[in-house]
């Protein structure tokens, strides 16, 4: 069993910064990713990013490339995801999922690879 538990979610000013992070407790994971949710809009999970541990591939949906940064520390099981240039429409609560196994490029972006989620972490973006 794998819980995680996300942190560094706020109220930002457009054009401001972020750094989500995530911390894992349990088993090892193989993938992590994040995703996010709009409970505003009614909007479905939106693929973010997503890394492999061991390797430390990184993959992003395109309207992350540019302004999102995912990383991970393996040693100390934590994911992070560095969100730069922030704007309205990045408000969302923000999801860390982690997989048992290794997503592959085809895979990264869909929910059903993941095997654990955490509670979210709210991101509002308003001036």
């Known amino acids: 069993q794998v819980q995680l538990v996300e942190s560094g979610g706020g109220l930002v000013q457009p054009g401001g910064s972020l750094r989500l992070s995530c911390a894992a407790s349990g088993d090892t994971f193989a993938s992590a990713a994040w995703f996010r949710r709009d409970l505003r809009n009614e909007r479905d999970y939106e693929y973010v990013?997503?890394?492999?541990?061991?390797?430390?591939?990184?993959y992003y949906a395109d309207f992350a490339k540019g302004r999102f940064i995912i990383s991970g520390d393996n040693a100390k099981k934590m994911v992070f995801l560095q969100i730069d240039d922030l704007k309205t429409e990045d408000t969302a609560t923000y999801y860390c999922?982690?997989?048992?196994?290794?997503?592959?490029?085809?895979?990264?972006?869909?929910?059903?690879?993941?095997?654990?989620w955490g509670q979210g972490t709210q991101v509002t973006v308003s001036s």
């Open positions: 990013a997503a890394i492999t541990m061991n390797s430390g591939t990184t």
């Open positions: 999922a982690e997989a048992r196994y290794e997503a592959t490029a085809l895979t990264v972006h869909s929910r059903v690879s993941y095997d654990y």
